[in-house]
């Protein structure tokens, strides 16, 4: 099971070999991600030339599957910015609740940038970096 980041699906989308790759090799997994990572997709998108074409990412992506953010979420994001913070470790709000969630629910958080790169995060979250 694979809480899937933003940077691997914007990467993906682009068309970036060893993503594809990746996700083709996985299709039998489930595959998610909170609504805040599709939100950061979408706001590739905007910037676009050419203008947005949100149904043309709806239909890529068609594959993975949202889940419902939940209090459990926010807190178990807040709880790991929290441990990370006390070893003096920074990292970003929406980075640390799209950790928190993998977090919460127990899957691979699967990432194609350096944002997750933070001491200490391994050991919390399974973080796989492509």
């Known amino acids: 099971m694979t809480l899937y980041d933003s940077s691997v699906l914007i990467d993906y989308l682009d068309g970036r070999d060893d993503v ?3 996700v083709r090799d996985h299709v039998h997994e489930r595959a998610v991600a909170p609504p ?12 676009r030339s050419g203008g947005a ?12 599957v949202d889940v419902d ?6 807190r178990a ?8 913070a006390r070893d003096g470790t920074q990292l970003a709000a929406r980075d640390a609740f799209v950790a928190g969630t993998a977090k919460a629910l127990d899957e ?3 990432v194609s940038d350096e944002d997750f790169d ?7 979250v399974d973080v796989e970096v492509l």
């Not at 805040?36 to 910037?47: D, M, N, S």
């Not at 933070?118 to 919390?124: K, W, Y």
Request: aromatic share 12%.
């Open 118 to 124: 933070v001491p200490g995060l391994a050991t919390a």
């Open 36 to 47: 805040l990572v599709r939100y950061e997709v979408y706001q590739g998108e905007v910037y």
């Open 108 to 110: 691979r958080l699967v």
């Open 77 to 84: 994001a807040a709880e790991l910015q929290a441990d990370l």
């Open 20 to 22: 594809v790759d990746y």
């Open 53 to 64: 074409d949100f149904d043309a990412v709806d239909a890529a992506l068609e594959w993975l």
């Open 69 to 74: 953010e939940t209090r459990d979420h926010a």
